[in-house]
């Protein structure tokens, strides 16, 4: 989970874009979440397969906190 906001390390994580098994390109919208009533998208660092989501829709979140884990594809 990346620090979005210089006021705040917490975060409500709002929804997820890409599901467990599906592809995600770089730049690309992993999940939602919420901070200071502002709501941003996350894209993906990387390009690969979503292969866990270790946080569930509603859940608070801190940053630095790893939230998904994405396998890098084998370009």
């Given at each position: ?26 730049g ?36 630095g ?11």
């Amino acid at each position: 989970m990346p620090k979005l906001s210089p006021k705040s390390d917490q975060y409500f994580f709002g929804t997820w874009e890409k599901q467990v098994g599906e592809h995600i390109q770089k730049g690309e919208v992993l999940f939602e979440v919420e901070s200071e009533k502002v709501i941003s998208e996350v894209p993906s660092e990387v390009t690969g397969v979503v292969a866990e989501q270790r946080v569930d829709e509603g859940a608070t979140v801190k940053a630095g906190e790893v939230v998904a884990v994405v396998t890098v594809a084998n370009d």
